[in-house]
């Protein structure tokens, strides 16, 4: 079956102060399938997972989300979910709170659906603490929460495993698997191997912003 395309990099190109962080990236992304990205601290996968979101401006080649090109213009994809690097929320809020907050943005879902994504990973809609009291894997769990609320078409991760106990790990792959399933394309950068290799479709290694590596995973 073929599947159609969800994301194309096409020559993308950045560089930072002179030097390439990402260099002549060339890859095609299909809905319904999840997509791991491994690679060292400084290899560049946060990179590339910034310049599919419209968080960074390439300086050469073409970015396509969803039938989107990104231009100046047309910064951002219009269904996209993102957790990059550390979730950042209010304090004195609750999780629902904070979600309720961020849904005003869109307002293309209700409290339903925000306390379903809460209770997915694992994260009680009803708690009253405030964000400042949660430990940090209830933090990390949050930030997926808000990434995946939407049921975005696109779904970028970066380190989602991070402070994540054993139960948060098999609800995150549970949820993940569930949205794969439903037509989403989910990108997941991490320096988990095994993480990886047990959820995704195929995998790519990133070295001094060059793709090293595709290799399928799952039949």
Same mark, same amino acid.
């Given at each position: ?10 020559d ?12 002549q990236i060339?890859?095609?992304?299909? @809905?319904g399938?999840?997509?791991g990205?491994?690679g060292? *601290?400084?290899? +560049?996968?946060?990179m590339?997972? @910034?310049?599919i979101?419209?968080l960074?401006?390439i300086?050469? +080649?073409?970015?396509?989300?969803? =039938?989107?090109?990104l231009?100046?213009?047309n910064e %951002?994809?219009?269904?996209?979910? &993102? ?5 950042? %929320?209010i304090?004195?809020?609750?999780g629902?709170? *904070?979600l ?6 869109? *307002?293309?879902i209700? /409290? ?10 694992g994260? /009680? ?25 939407e049921?975005?078409? &696109? ?8 402070a994540l106990d ?6 995150? *792959? ?5 949205? @794969?399933? +439903? ?6 950068a991490?320096? =988990? ?8 479709d195929?995998? %790519? ?6 793709? @090293? ?7």
């Amino acid at each position: 079956m073929i599947l159609e395309n969800s994301i194309v990099l096409e020559d993308v190109s950045k560089k930072i102060k002179g030097q390439y962080v990402l260099k002549q990236i060339n890859l095609h992304l299909n @809905r319904g399938k999840i997509y791991g990205l491994k690679g060292k *601290n400084g290899s +560049g996968k946060t990179m590339l997972l @910034r310049a599919i979101s419209g968080l960074i401006r390439i300086n050469s +080649g073409k970015i396509t989300v969803m =039938d989107k090109v990104l231009t100046k213009e047309n910064e %951002f994809p219009d269904s996209i979910g &993102v957790l990059i690097e550390t979730p950042g %929320f209010i304090p004195e809020y609750t999780g629902l709170k *904070n979600l309720k907050l961020l849904s005003m943005i869109k *307002n293309i879902i209700g /409290d339903l659906e925000m306390k379903k994504s809460l209770a997915d990973v694992g994260l /009680d809609p009803e708690d009253k603490r405030k964000f400042r009291q949660f430990s940090l894997g209830m933090k990390q769990r949050l930030g997926i929460a808000q990434a995946i609320m939407e049921k975005p078409d &696109v779904i970028l991760l970066d380190e989602p495993s991070n402070a994540l106990d054993e139960e948060g790990m098999k609800q995150l *792959n549970k949820v993940l698997l569930e949205l @794969r399933n +439903g037509g989403a394309t989910i990108v997941i950068a991490s320096h =988990d191997s095994k993480m990886l290799e047990e959820i995704s479709d195929e995998i %790519f290694e990133i070295e001094r912003g060059e793709l @090293r590596l595709n290799q399928e995973v799952v039949e």
